[in-house]
Nanobody, 121 residues
Framework: QVQLVESGGGLVQAGGSLRLSCVAS????????MGWYRQPPGKQRELVAA???????YYAGAGKGRFTISRDNAKNTVYLQMNSLKPEDTAVYYC???????????????WGQGTQVTVSS
C-alpha cells in the first residue's frame, strides 16, 4: 500500500520561506516522476512542480522563479523549497507520483493528508 506523508508547512509572513517534504512508501520511488500539488481554499487542486527520476524539473506558472523541487531517492523523499512566499500561495500542499511517467500526471495514488501553508500579508 502506497503512503504519502507531507510535512513542513506552517504560518509564515509574506516574503518568507518554507521547505516542504514528502516521504513516499510502498512504491518504487526512484522510478517515479514526483509532483507537488496545492489546493487553495475553495479552489481546485493544481500542479505546482514535478521532477523526474533523473532530476529534470517542471514548474507551473505560479512557482516559477520562487519554488525549487528536489528529491533524495535514497530517502524516498521529495522536497519543495518555497521562497518569496505570497498570500496567494496559501493552500494545502500535497505530493503524488505522476502517471504516464509525465510531469503532468495524472496523479497515481490516493492523496495524503497534505501540509497547510498559510502566508500572511
Amino acid at each position: 500500500q502506497v503512503q504519502l506523508v507531507e510535512s513542513g508547512g506552517g504560518l509564515v509572513q509574506a516574503g518568507g520561506s518554507l521547505r516542504l517534504s514528502c516521504v513516499a512508501s510502498g512504491t518504487i520511488f526512484s522510478n517515479r516522476v514526483m509532483g507537488w500539488y496545492r489546493q487553495p481554499p475553495g479552489k481546485q487542486r493544481e500542479l505546482v512542480a514535478a521532477i523526474t527520476s533523473g532530476g529534470s524539473k517542471y514548474y507551473a506558472g505560479a512557482g516559477k522563479g520562487r519554488f525549487t523541487i528536489s528529491r533524495d531517492n535514497a530517502k524516498n523523499t521529495v522536497y519543495l523549497q518555497m521562497n518569496s512566499l505570497k498570500p496567494e500561495d496559501t493552500a494545502v500542499y500535497y505530493c503524488n507520483a505522476q502517471g504516464d511517467n509525465s510531469y503532468y500526471g495524472p496523479p497515481l495514488y490516493p492523496w495524503g493528508q497534505g501540509t497547510q501553508v498559510t502566508v500572511s500579508s
